[in-house]
């Protein structure tokens, strides 16, 4: 019995539990991620074809499929939220990727601002709210930083506008 003892409470400081944690998540039967170069993939087999949500003022417990941007907070709607927008590589030695993720369709504008605040770039195009690739060919200008300011107008009027700034740095070789 004092062995049995000894192991519980050995096992007990080598892989701590806790009763409760809160956060956002998702439980899967199975499912996996991949990262293929700058891409990552998430994919999930067993989840539910309903999509719901149930909300109170403790949180919001979703069901359904992989929901990207599940850390937005109800009080910022008018911000890209983490994992709507990703820039990869960064650093930038030649070209960016600038991914869409965003499930809103809309008009999007792009703007890249230097660090003393002269626009450099501006680019308007349709965003179908299925994923975008848009890519910016850094090579013409200097190695420094700069800032990507993005604004989403959806198609429904009755949805705010999106924005967001990023910032890429951009090295020569």
């Known amino acids: 019995m004092k062995g049995t003892c000894t192991l519980f409470i050995l096992l007990h400081f080598l892989f701590p539990s806790r009763a409760q944690i809160t956060g956002p998540f998702v439980i899967n039967v199975t499912g996996h991620s991949a990262i293929s170069g700058h891409y ?27 929901h990207p941007g599940t850390e937005r907070k109800a009080d910022s709607i008018d911000f890209l939220a983490k994992g709507d927008i990703m820039i990869l590589p960064n650093p ?21 601002f230097d660090v003393l605040g002269r626009l450099i770039m501006k680019k308007e195009f349709s965003y179908h ?15 420094g930083t700069y800032f990507l300011h993005l604004t989403l107008t959806p198609m429904d009027t009755g949805l705010p ?7 890429i740095t951009h090295l020569t070789k």
């Open 40 to 66: 990552r993939f998430d994919w999930s087999v067993g989840e539910l074809c309903l999509i719901d949500s149930w909300t109170n003022t403790q949180g919001t417990l979703e069901n359904g499929f992989l």
């Open 92 to 112: 930038v030695y030649t070209t960016a990727d600038i991914n869409f993720t965003l499930t809103t369709p809309g008009l999007v504008q792009m703007k890249i």
């Open 129 to 143: 709210g299925a994923g975008h690739i848009e890519k910016v060919n850094m090579e013409q200008y200097r190695s």
């Open 161 to 167: 506008q999106r924005k967001g700034i990023y910032k």
